[in-house]
């Protein structure tokens, strides 16, 4: 949440500023107060709640919350309230960063070392409901508190009414904020050192091994609680995913349909522009053509009109010149009496007619050349009437790729408006889902809070447990030196493995915790050897490992080399418990192979170099590329409810399938993916079980199993096998310098794993 809204003043002042001039005097009645509370030296929560109403009731105010800064996890806590209500209480119940849990401004405050004031909150939409009714608050102030440098917490105070606070209050709260930061520290220094004065004394606990006993108990009842908390926090997580995962799906499938309609509409515009230019082109085409053919026309016309007037007229001429010449022939005749007297004349005539003659027949020449002319004129007009006909015919092929393209900007058309519908539906159901998503958020954010505060309970009374359980057994120790004292050390060494017995989970790793005896006389190899005898003589412990010397006078320890023939040999010994060095050749394709052939006793792990031993948990192994069910199968004969496993693997499916499985019956799995993941986990926890898969690369498989092995408590193991037979990465492990503190004799191996 970022403070900088716009509906949402803030003013901001340094807590340690000079006072200004004119501002509000120091309190000194508070101040007064807060001496007094520190010098009392009273309960915590009493004196921290006292001094928080002291200034609420001198600021003015109607409420007011202190919140204490935890700095290993970043996160505020409430301390002391006065007047909240109960939202506002739930919102200031655990502050942490980045919208993750809480009001978040009273962190931010702390964090940039600035007092917020917040004028008019009940208009603001990022300010909880401090008050009942919530429509009375005016003024919020959210003070941060330091030691120095250190963040100790942050003040709240809420007025109502005509009530407001403005930056000359922070400024007269700066010593009173001195003081009161003076008293939280000697409040959390005072915290657990020393119990309440006047708190009733607690009730006598029963003593003896019934004391140990209910605290193995309650520490048992403690873990089930912590790992089904875990598991219901694991399940939460999960939950939460897929719902990402789904809303990321819808995401992307409104990306596609967004695409999908960006293509059409690009598509679209491209033919309609085409069309246009089309039609555009076809148009000036047509006015082209028409205007061609209107210029040609009107010229041919005139052309015809000018050679028909020039015919008539040569017409006109020629009838004028016969009529002349037949008027001439008649006249010529008639004056045939006198063809002497008008020789010269019609001489004269004759040489006229000759010339009109040779007229008419220019004239004659004249018209048959127009007549070639109109001919070659009518069949250009033909000509222009084919390329007219050509044009029509291209202006219907124009209509008809118009009509073929309209139909497909239709169909483009109610595409797009498919399209549309469709993504307004998946718009509909993404707000559906991001309403359920939202619902659902603030429901698994509220439960996993809840988890969260009473997995923190749980830690705090298992730890409390933890310091009981100490004190207890320093108070047998005590109790079993006077009884040796008195002479009744039998009896004590008979009651003490009931007395310091570790809690039911813990228990099935007794091997794991075994270290070197301190005392002189070590049990020689004859004594371990008869603890695996059983009474019908029959041997109660297998040896699988290729290298001699565990070989023990007048015992019945049956030792067997790794190989395919060994399941038949231990099937003969049924019910015997297995001690298996691990870091020799093919000893654990021999355990699988045990397994398969129906065995179905204990077997221990142990790594043997010569005498040296480093004694294990229990070990399972199965083959490479095994299903979830296998896998189960194997956990079920290590692993008990309650118990906290870490899996290291990369085959997702599968190890998610199990961790699912082995939530619904109560234990609480971690994953890791390589080396790295592991070590993070196990800085952070102690498992009871570890899944390791030797299909790792060796430098992963190798440090995982040396961190195991060298742990202080070493948990059981079910091993994957990769291509080898995973006898390396456990000679790895045995050669780490952190495994050396754990070395014990064969003997003692022996006399761990028989007994």
């Known amino acids: 949440m970022?403070?900088?809204?716009?509906?949402?003043?803030?003013?901001?002042?340094?807590?340690t500023v000079t006072p200004m001039p004119g501002a509000v005097p120091e309190p000194a009645a508070l101040i007064a107060r807060l001496e007094q509370l520190a010098g009392d030296g009273g309960p915590p929560e009493e004196t921290l709640e006292a001094a928080l109403r002291s200034v609420v009731e001198e600021m003015g105010a109607a409420a007011g919350a202190l919140c204490l800064y935890d700095g290993r996890q970043d996160v505020l806590r409430l301390a002391a309230e006065v007047g909240l209500s109960d939202e506002g209480c739930r919102q200031l119940r655990s502050v942490r960063a980045n919208g993750s849990g809480g009001w978040e401004i009273p962190l931010l405050g702390l964090r940039n070392r600035r007092a917020?004031?917040?004028?008019?909150?009940?208009?603001?939409?990022?300010?909880?409901?401090?008050?009942?009714?919530?429509?009375?608050?005016?003024?919020?102030?959210?003070?941060?508190?330091?030691?120095?440098?250190n963040p100790l917490g942050t003040l709240v105070l809420v007025t109502s009414g005509a009530r407001v606070f403005a930056e000359r209050d922070v400024h007269a709260l700066e010593r009173p904020l001195r003081l009161l930061g003076a008293l939280i520290e000697a409040v959390r220094r005072r915290s657990g050192a020393e119990r309440p004065a006047g708190a009733p004394e607690p009730p006598r606990e029963p003593e003896g091994g019934d004391r140990v006993q209910l605290l193995i108990a309650s520490l048992a009842a403690t873990e089930r609680e912590r790992a089904r908390l875990a598991a219901a926090l694991d399940a939460a997580a999960d939950e939460r995913a897929e719902q990402l995962r789904r809303e990321g799906a819808i995401e992307a499938r409104l990306a596609e349909r967004g695409l999908e309609l960006e293509r059409v509409r690009t598509r679209l515009g491209e033919v309609e522009a085409a069309l246009v230019a089309e039609v555009e082109r076809r148009e000036a085409a047509e006015r082209t053509v028409a205007a061609e053919r209107a210029g040609r026309d009107g010229a041919e016309r005139e052309r015809l009109e000018a050679l028909e007037a020039e015919i008539a007229?040569?017409?006109?001429?020629?009838?004028?010149?016969?009529?002349?010449?037949?008027?001439?022939?008649?006249?010529?005749?008639?004056?045939?009496?006198?063809?002497?007297?008008?020789?010269?004349?019609?001489?004269?005539?004759?040489?006229?007619?000759?010339?009109?003659?040779?007229e008419?027949?220019?004239?004659?020449?004249?018209?048959?050349?127009?007549?070639?002319?109109?001919?070659?004129?009518?069949?250009?007009?033909?000509e222009l009437r084919g390329r007219h006909a050509a044009a029509e015919a291209a202006v219907v092929e124009v209509g008809a790729a118009r009509t073929a393209v309209e139909r497909e900007l239709a169909a483009l058309r109610e595409r797009q408006a498919a399209a549309e519908a469709e993504i307004t539906a998946l718009r509909d159901e993404r707000a559906r889902a991001a309403t359920v998503l939202a619902e659902r958020r603030a429901a698994a954010d509220a439960e996993i809070d809840d988890l969260r505060e009473r997995c923190a309970a749980a830690g705090a009374a298992l730890d409390d447990l933890r310091h009981e359980r100490a004190a207890l057994e320093a108070e047998v120790a005590g109790l079993r030196a006077r009884l040796a004292n008195a002479g009744a050390r039998p009896a004590v060494d008979a009651a003490a493995p009931e007395a310091v017995a570790d809690p039911p989970d813990a228990a099935t790793h007794a091997l794991g915790a075994a270290t070197p005896t301190a005392e002189a006389n070590e049990p020689d190899a004859a004594t371990?050897?008869?603890?695996?005898?059983?009474?019908?003589?029959?041997?109660?412990?297998?040896?699988?490992?290729?290298?001699?010397?565990?070989?023990?006078?007048?015992?019945?320890?049956?030792?067997?080399?790794?190989?395919?023939?060994?399941?038949?040999?231990?099937?003969?010994?049924?019910?015997?418990?297995?001690?298996?060095?691990?870091?020799?050749?093919?000893?654990?394709?021999?355990?699988?192979?045990?397994?398969?052939?129906?065995?179905?006793?204990?077997?221990?792990?142990?790594?043997?170099?010569?005498n040296d031993v480093v004694p294990l948990g229990l070990v399972e192994a199965v083959p490479a590329g095994v299903d979830a069910e296998q896998l189960l199968a194997a956990l079920g004969r290590v692993a008990t409810r309650g118990s906290r496993i870490i899996t290291a693997g990369g085959d997702v499916d599968v190890l998610m399938s199990v961790r699912r499985t082995l939530g619904t019956r109560g234990m609480s799995v971690s994953m890791a993916w390589d080396a790295h993941q592991a070590a993070d986990l196990l800085v952070m926890m102690t498992p009871d079980v570890a899944v390791v898969d030797l299909g790792l690369s060796a430098r992963d498989a190798a440090a995982i199993l040396g961190r195991l092995v060298a742990a202080e408590r070493v948990p059981h193991l079910v091993v994957i096998l990769g291509d080898g037979d995973g006898a390396a990465p456990f000679a790895s492990a045995l050669a780490s310098p952190g495994v050396r503190g754990r070395v014990v004799s064969r003997a003692e191996a022996l006399r761990a794993a028989g007994g």
């Open 2 to 15: 970022s403070v900088a809204h716009p509906d949402v003043i803030l003013r901001s002042a340094k807590a």
């Open 116 to 149: 917020y004031l917040i004028d008019k909150a009940t208009e603001s939409r990022y300010v909880p409901p401090l008050l009942e009714p919530a429509a009375s608050m005016r003024t919020v102030a959210c003070v941060p508190l330091y030691a120095g440098p």
């Open 313 to 358: 007229s040569l017409r006109t001429a020629g009838a004028a010149a016969a009529e002349a010449l037949d008027t001439e022939r008649n006249a010529r005749v008639a004056a045939e009496t006198a063809r002497e007297t008008e020789r010269d004349a019609r001489v004269a005539a004759e040489t006229d007619l000759g010339t009109a003659r040779d």
């Open 360 to 382: 008419a027949a220019a004239r004659e020449r004249e018209l048959r050349a127009l007549e070639a002319r109109r001919a070659a004129a009518e069949a250009e007009v033909a």
């Open 528 to 610: 371990a050897a008869g603890a695996a005898v059983r009474a019908d003589g029959s041997a109660a412990l297998v040896i699988l490992d290729a290298v001699p010397g565990w070989e023990v006078a007048g015992g019945r320890v049956q030792i067997l080399a790794p190989g395919p023939d060994v399941a038949r040999a231990v099937a003969r010994a049924a019910g015997a418990t297995v001690l298996a060095n691990v870091a020799r050749p093919q000893v654990l394709p021999t355990l699988v192979a045990l397994r398969a052939a129906g065995s179905t006793g204990e077997v221990r792990a142990c790594l043997a170099d010569g």
